[in-house]
């Protein structure tokens, strides 16, 4: 099965490309003895084309009513980026947008680009690069109802088995990834 072959030749980038053994401080604040940059291979023209075909695979069977994808900037904005043109190739195209860190500091002063691409009320699936405790996944979630957008689920690279999922879960969001901790330490 192709997606079978993809996600397989993904995670053999994402191993070689993203994935380190060292010590390093996570944005939770957390320390860990791994560090997964998954930007070091999303923002390749094979990553790319990889995630935009095994996320959008996700999102037709879990979530298929999302009338757009997006998340957290920095790392949800080229998985957005590969969903969205994926859709467009497989002729449902969706938009994609982006939530900032901190409102726009001029003009409509917006948390959320791409917004007006989107109608009222619509269901959206949220994009994550690495889930650790899910802070920052349910930061991007209560920024995008705040704008008025239904959260369906999220849809994540990795979970670092640290929480996150039970995080996300809690609130009542689907998580779905693509790979876990395992996949890299076995």
């Known amino acids: 099965m192709p997606l079978d072959r993809d996600r397989a030749r993904l995670l053999e980038l994402l191993t070689q490309l993203s994935f380190e053994k060292r010590r390093v401080t996570l944005s939770s604040g957390k320390e860990s003895d791994f560090y997964i940059d998954c930007k070091r291979t999303v923002l ?15 999102i037709q069977r879990l979530a298929p009513a999302a009338a757009a994808v997006g998340g957290l900037t920095l790392g949800a904005d ?18 994609a947008f982006i939530v900032r860190k901190e409102p726009k500091g001029h003009g409509t002063g917006e948390w959320i ?20 405790t ?18 369906r689920c ?16 809690q609130k009542g969001y689907g998580l779905s990834t693509l790979f876990t901790r395992s996949d890299f330490l076995p």
Not at 44 to 58: C, K, N, P, S, Y
Not at 81 to 95: C, D, F, H, N, Q
Not at 154 to 168: I, P, S, Y
């Open 44 to 58: 390749t023209a094979e990553g790319h084309f990889l995630v935009g075909r095994l996320l959008w695979r996700d």
């Open 78 to 95: 080229p998985l957005a980026s590969a969903v969205s043109y994926t859709s467009y190739l497989a002729g449902s195209p969706i938009p």
């Open 113 to 132: 680009e791409g917004r007006s691409l989107i109608g009222d009320r619509a269901e959206v699936a949220v994009v994550e690069d690495v889930v650790t």
């Open 134 to 151: 899910g802070a920052s996944t349910l930061k991007a979630i209560e920024r995008v109802e705040a704008a008025g957008l239904r959260v």
């Open 154 to 169: 999220v849809f994540a690279l990795v979970d670092r088995l640290e929480g996150g999922r039970e995080a996300v879960t």
